[in-house]
């Protein structure tokens, strides 16, 4: 069997990406791939926060067209960039297992968010993630930063921030996770929708590259982010607004928190939910949607 992989072409997205095929490969052997790089609109856009762009799914666009095309069997998407809604004739087959989903600070001079001296100039662009640190430390200079892991941490290491945020994933990824001086809490920084795990989306009606990818998912990650996916879902979430939602199972239930806000960061709402581990995606996607319309009202 052979099948074309899509991915983006920045260093995070071929190193997790390359990880995942050698998953695969190892799950099928004979399987032959092949890579097929794509340039997203995400990827484009570099001089101004995605929030001021607008739009969903800046960055898996362009892979999508690449499936629907022919082009590509298989895409290896960060599922945290993925909307809602997908295509149509489009499936998330795969989600593997995920990786730590926490924010983390990269403070070279100073080290954790409690030792940041006040006004401090902290880069992300997230939303959500502006929306946490502001409810931690009010006194911070949050400003925006762009471009990629590498590009970010140059910046930080110029002196152009006192410190960035960025996933922790990413860092493990690519194996510079001791780039982090402090690893944030779900407390302080609740995850974005399925923040550390892959999703692997292919035509719904390619018979072979949905049993390829079924026999490497993983059934745990799957509920946790479906629950966070109908969090999204029920929001109508994008990238300009402020929407957080993280599951985990916990004592053989599932645990799921979640928060929404205006774009300005004011309106926070937060609420969560505990209900024994469902048995289904379905299952899982429907106790996220209610926990989202409790949000909405």
Not at 117 to 144: C, E, H, M, N, Q
Not at 190 to 213: F, M, N, S, W
Not at 266 to 281: C, F, G, S, Y
């Amino acid at each position: 069997m052979r099948i074309v992989y899509a991915t983006r072409k920045s260093a995070l997205a071929l190193a997790q990406c390359r990880a995942f095929i050698a998953t695969l490969r190892a799950a099928r052997p004979g399987l032959e791939t092949e890579e097929h790089q794509v340039v997203t609109t995400g990827d484009r856009i570099q001089d101004r926060p995605l929030s001021e762009v607008g739009g969903k799914g800046l960055f898996v666009k362009e892979i999508e067209e690449a499936l629907l095309s022919g082009r590509a069997h298989i895409a290896v998407h960060s599922i945290k960039d993925v909307p809602a809604q997908l295509p149509d004739g489009l499936v998330l087959t795969c989600i593997p297992p995920r990786e730590d989903p926490r924010d983390v600070l990269v403070a070279p001079k100073h080290g954790a968010l409690s030792d940041l001296p006040a006004g401090a100039r902290v880069g992300t662009s997230s939303l959500r993630r502006a929306l946490s640190l502001r409810a931690a430390r009010p006194d911070l200079d949050i400003a925006p930063v762009r471009g990629n892991v590498d590009t970010r941490l140059r910046k930080v290491d110029a002196g152009e921030f006192d410190a960035i945020v960025l996933a922790r994933a990413g860092l493990v990824r690519l194996g510079l996770e001791a780039r982090a001086t402090d690893v944030l809490s779900a407390e302080i920084s609740l995850p974005a929708v399925g923040q550390g795990a892959l999703g692997i989306e292919c035509r719904a009606d390619d018979a072979d590259a949905r049993a390829l990818l079924r026999a490497v998912h993983h059934d745990e990650t799957g509920r946790c982010v479906a629950a966070e996916r109908g969090v999204l879902t029920a929001l109508e979430g994008d990238c300009k607004t402020p929407i957080a939602a993280y599951a985990i199972r916990r004592d053989g239930e599932l645990y799921l928190r979640a928060f929404i806000a205006a774009p300005d960061g004011t309106q926070l709402r937060r609420d969560e939910t505990v209900a024994p581990w469902p048995d289904a995606d379905d299952a899982a996607f429907a106790l996220g949607e209610a926990l989202g319309r409790s949000l909405r009202s």
